[in-house]
């Protein structure tokens, strides 16, 4: 199945990327009427914040009107009933992060509540849950429904907190989204579920022209209700695939959505193995760290309009190539997808003290005057 070769699909792929684009910098223009709308978040200050300067938090819109139209382009060559029972599911997640996203402090407890629900909506409404894990012990308690659905929707809403997780950083969460919608699209369409393959290729599509907006300079976030509904999205497909497709294999899905779960997971075991709070933030994410090395090492403090958006340019490799392992192992036997996840977890695990101690060691000898070597607090 190619979509390239249908004229249609490619109408509705450029559509969500124009419609998507077009609303962006609709937001960007309308920011001092959304200002007073919006309470005052100062987000810029935040322990966490790796951008300066206070910015629209609502790219999100833009994203899912650019995939919703695409979809509503291509409304009448099918029912489009998993379409319209799939983006049902995404109202109590986009309504959580919406109000949030415009100042009205939704905690992230009440945040990852909402992701729960719209999990359970999901596997209400979808009828669609993973069955199966694909490796010894996981079969047998995926195989038990209650346990299999208890665990996919736990994972459904960490994922959604996890892509929330990297949006701050310019360019980053888009081009997850971008990579892993492909990566997705590619995989449901060689396995001929076009409804999927279609939402996917949408997303990254609405995604591409949200980019355009959001980097080099950071005009435009996500938000809440955008990075939680676009992990909804994205953990969803996948979960589809896995239960509609036997020959998909679960190891595969996961290296496509690699990064926001690794990123989510080795903050978790870091924090807590410190004896530190889990929910607290700190600035010790890989993107982080890799930002700062970028300000070591070559750019100068005080240039974060800088270093901000090459790091995304600096993270491609490790954004894609779980990405394409995922792809490359989708219809392969397990252990070969189980075997390419532990060598990106290893390779991910490895980067942290990697990143840090290039950046000491390059300082030394290249750093200009004034910069400073990371430590706990700044990495």
Not at 37 to 63: F, N, W
């Amino acid at each position: 199945m190619n979509l390239v070769e249908d004229s249609g699909i490619v109408r509705a792929l450029v559509s969500a990327f124009l419609i998507a684009l077009l609303i962006g910098w609709t937001l960007v223009r309308l920011k001092p009427w959304i200002g007073k709308v919006a309470r005052e978040r100062d987000d810029h200050l935040a322990v966490q914040a790796s951008h300066a300067g206070d910015t629209i938090r609502l790219g999100g819109l833009a994203v899912l009107a650019g995939m919703l139209g695409g979809a509503a382009l291509l409304s009448g060559r099918s029912s489009g009933g998993y379409t319209l029972l799939f983006l049902a599911t995404l109202v109590p997640v986009f309504s959580a992060g919406l109000f949030e996203d415009l100042g009205y402090m939704v905690s992230a407890r009440k945040r990852f509540l909402a992701a729960l629900v719209s999990a359970l909506v999901a596997v209400s409404l979808l009828g669609l849950w993973v069955q199966r894990g694909d490796l010894v012990g996981l079969d047998q308690l995926m195989g038990f429904a209650p346990a299999g659905i208890v665990v996919t929707v736990l994972l459904a809403a960490i994922f959604c907190h996890a892509v929330n997780l990297i949006d701050g950083m310019n360019g980053l969460a888009a081009t997850v989204t971008v990579v892993a919608g492909l990566g997705l699209g590619d995989i449901a369409a060689q396995a001929g579920t076009l409804q999927i393959a279609v939402l996917a290729h949408l997303l990254a599509a609405a995604a591409a022209g949200f980019f355009l907006v959001n980097w080099p300079g950071g005009r435009l976030f996500l938000g809440d209700a955008g990075a939680y509904s676009i992990g909804h999205v994205l953990v969803w497909l996948g979960i589809s695939l896995i239960a509609l497709r036997p020959e998909v294999s679960v190891p595969s899905v996961i290296l496509v959505l690699f990064y926001p779960f690794a990123d989510t997971l080795h903050t978790v075991l870091r924090r807590w193995f410190a004896g530190k709070q889990i929910t607290a933030p700190d600035r010790m994410h890989l993107h982080q760290k890799v930002r700062r090395f970028l300000e070591l090492v070559w750019i100068g403090r005080g240039r974060r309009h800088v270093s901000n958006p090459l790091t995304t340019v600096a993270m491609l490799p490790v954004l894609v190539a779980p990405v394409a392992a995922g792809v490359w192992s989708w219809n392969r036997p397990p252990w070969q997808g189980w075997l390419a996840l532990a060598a990106s977890a290893a390779a991910f695990t490895a980067l942290h003290p990697l990143v840090v101690a290039l950046a000491r060691r390059l300082r030394k000898g290249s750093c200009p005057e004034g910069k400073r070597p990371l430590s706990p607090a700044t990495r």
